[in-house]
């Protein structure tokens, strides 16, 4: 027999199941067993913590990506790496690797007259007074690649901080606000 190891004035408790409890200590084991199982079926990365995704959606408009043209997917901000998702598609973007990160309210003439195949075209130059177009250029094995989203400045804001925390540099973001008198 085991000594009594309960503090003085507490009450010892008993964790084993009597005859009363019998059904409800047996349908609790059992709920427990089947969300175990059920969380050993869910992916890996369900409850990683390294992965921040806010709910936004960014729509593929353009780059060298092998992307469905006007994809809406999500963006993931890692520990090592942005990660686009949409549909079966899956560009993961080494931070390292990022050379150039712009959130505009268009695509810059330097970007666009970049020597790279397209894979979608690209959004026409309409210059507006919001900014509408993230634009990644990245380098993988020493080749140029471009990924260009469209999110809304609601949606991208949250995000901005974070990517220039994780790069090490700031997205250039276009200002749109009017200083005259």
């Known amino acids: ?55 936004s959606q960014f729509r593929y ?9 006007n994809c809406v997917g999500t963006l993931q901000i890692g520990d090592d790496a942005l990660t686009y998702k949409c549909g079966p598609s899956k560009i993961e973007i ?12 268009d695509v810059t003439p330097r970007v666009r007259k970049m020597k790279v195949r397209w894979t979608a075209p690209l ?7 919001k900014n509408l177009y993230f634009t990644l250029v990245y380098r993988t094995s020493g080749v140029p690649h471009v990924l260009i989203l469209e999110v809304t400045e609601d949606d991208m804001r949250p995000y901005l901080a974070e990517i220039d925390l994780r790069v090490g540099r700031r997205v250039e973001v276009e200002s749109h606000e009017n200083y005259s008198p």
């Open 123 to 129: 959004p026409q130059d309409v210059r507006g007074n």
């Open 1 to 55: 027999m085991r000594p009594d190891t309960s503090a003085p004035g507490i009450p010892k408790r008993n964790w084993t199941c009597d005859r009363f409890s019998l059904r409800v200590c047996s349908a609790a084991s059992a709920l427990a067993i089947v969300l175990l199982v059920l969380a050993g079926l869910l992916p890996q990365d369900t409850f990683a913590a390294d992965k921040r995704d806010h709910g």
């Open 94 to 105: 080494p931070y390292r690797e990022i050379e150039t990160m712009q959130y505009r309210a």
């Open 61 to 69: 408009m353009a780059g060298t990506e092998n992307v469905r043209y």
